[in-house]
Nanobody
């Protein structure tokens, strides 16, 4: 009933930029937050950035200077602008959406995208 469509991942050279998008659709009553997490091989999934519908944001350590998260509430879409990418940013990036519902007619909880691979390499 809830779908997350991710786009924007791919191969980019060091110092380059990528813009990730994630659009949520389906039976959505209310979105508490949308964001991006990433996972490196052998590591736990970690926060990249997230944004509440009202605007407050949260970034992972040392990422705020290079990454910017934004959203279009009308389109239920979150964007992650990633600049000055380095090989250390290579990993699988997952869209995350937290839904809130005051009715059993609508879903609630945390939903994850299938992940999009970001590769930073020459």
């Amino acid at each position: 009933q809830v779908q997350l469509v991710e786009s924007g991942g791919g191969l980019v050279q060091p110092g380059g930029s990528l813009r990730l998008s994630c659009a949520a659709s389906g039976r959505i009553f209310s979105i508490n937050s949308m964001g991006w997490y990433r996972q490196f091989p052998g590591k736990q999934r970690e926060l990249v950035a997230r944004i509440l519908t009202g605007g407050p944001t949260d970034y992972g350590d040392s990422l705020k200077a290079r990454f910017t998260i934004s959203r279009d509430n009308a389109k239920n879409t979150v964007y992650l602008q990633m600049n000055n990418l380095s090989p250390e940013d290579t990993g699988v990036y997952y869209c995350n959406v937290n839904l809130q519902s005051s009715s059993s007619r609508f879903p609630s909880g945390t939903y994850w995208g299938k992940g999009t691979l970001v590769t930073v390499s020459s």
